[in-house]
């Protein structure tokens, strides 16, 4: 049986970084995800296939009255068809759309964002079975 080190010398450790201010149009940009994802709670058959296939865990279905009961937080929404309300933690969210692919009824969409054309964005969804390529405002 071979004998190991059990405290192994360090590598060196560099000096030759320079400590710079990073702009702050610099970091709004790389913070931003290229896409947004959205999903139309109205029309969700509520399956939660996007929960179980999501690598990251990173999406939750919650019902409307666990966010009336939480501390902080505003109502999303008050249309009495939403049974369920999606958190998604868009910090652990990478848009690898396997969420979009596994809907049944195409009601997640993952779309680019930038900014609108000047009579809005429709949000229709196109042929590609949940991927919008409009704008978001």
Same mark, same amino acid.
């Given at each position: 049986m071979a004998k190991t080190d059990a405290n192994p010398p360090l590598p060196a450790f560099r000096d030759d970084y320079v400590l710079q201010e990073v702009a702050p149009d610099d970091l709004t940009k790389a913070v931003k995800p290229k896409q947004f994802l959205h999903i139309d709670q109205?029309?969700?058959?509520?399956?939660?296939?996007?929960? *179980?296939?999501?690598p990251w865990?990173?999406?939750h279905m919650l019902s409307p009255e666990a966010v009336e009961e939480a501390r902080n937080t505003e109502q999303p929404g008050l249309d009495p068809d939403d049974h369920v309300i999606f958190v998604v933690d868009e910090d652990v969210c990478t848009r690898c759309a396997l969420c979009v692919d596994r809907?049944?009824?195409g009601v997640i969409i993952l779309g680019k964002t930038g900014v609108a054309?000047? *009579?809005? *964005?429709?949000?229709?969804? *196109?042929?590609?079975?949940g991927y919008a390529y409009g704008m978001r405002f």
């Open positions: 109205s029309e969700c058959i509520m399956c939660e296939g996007c929960v *179980d296939i999501c865990k990173c999406i809907c049944p009824t054309p000047r *009579d809005g *964005d429709r949000h229709q969804r *196109d042929s590609n079975h």
